[in-house]
């Protein structure tokens, strides 16, 4: 499914954007270090199970993110979702990923792109983390940290601070197993969009939302639909 815009974009100012092979560890390799970062934190990595390329399709083949500019990433893991977005970004684009789970560093490291930039640290920090790499405002935020495992008072702060992050018409994903990040983020951002993707392990729900400030727009483009 791809994102609805809302068409009062004049002709000359649409662009045609580089697409890029971004060079990922193969399956195998990011099984291995994802099952090594769950028996050390089991509490912290929802799956001892890669994202399929099913998952990884779902978030990143999208509109909001072809026409992202900055994009930050909660709980990378091995990379392998983080390659897809930088597939489908901008030349001029910028992607940020945040780590909590040190084991994961040397995977991240991998990943040869010069939009790429890696923090090990929680996402309980977001918006200093992202301040200290020069982000003050981004245009999607994508969450695979497990809402589930989190106490409520955390999870509230972390949205919060991804609702502060985004600029307006901004998008929030959250791909999770069960549905305590949409309780926790409908003050904030409403109801969401839900897609299921079944072909992954375990099979999780792809929650969107886009941030809309009455009164505000972006540029020559609103987006109506963030999926």
Known sequence: M??????????????????????Q??????????????????????????????????????Q???????????????????????QQMPTKSRLLAIEKTEVFADALSEIPDSRFAYEIGDALNLKAIAHRHGIHRCDVVVSGIPFSNLPADVAR?????????????????????????????????GTPRKQHVARNLPPLRVYSWTKVESGRGKGWQRRIDSA
């Open 64 to 86: 909001c993110i072809r026409e992202a500019q900055t994009v930050i990433e909660l709980g990378p893991g091995a990379g392998g979702t983080s390659a897809n977005l930088l």
């Open 157 to 189: 702060q972390i949205t919060q601070q991804i609702y502060e992050l985004l600029d307006n018409t901004g998008v929030f994903l959250a791909y999770q197993v069960r549905d305590d990040v949409a309780k926790v983020a409908h003050p904030l951002f």
């Open 25 to 62: 560890p193969s399956f195998a390799q990011r099984t291995w270090c994802v099952l090594r970062a769950w028996l050390q934190n089991p509490r912290e990595v929802a799956t001892v199970i890669p994202s399929s390329a099913q998952l990884m399709d779902c978030l990143a083949n999208r």
């Open 2 to 23: 791809t994102s609805t815009v809302e068409a009062i974009t004049p002709p000359r100012a649409r662009r045609w954007t580089r697409r890029f092979r971004v060079t």
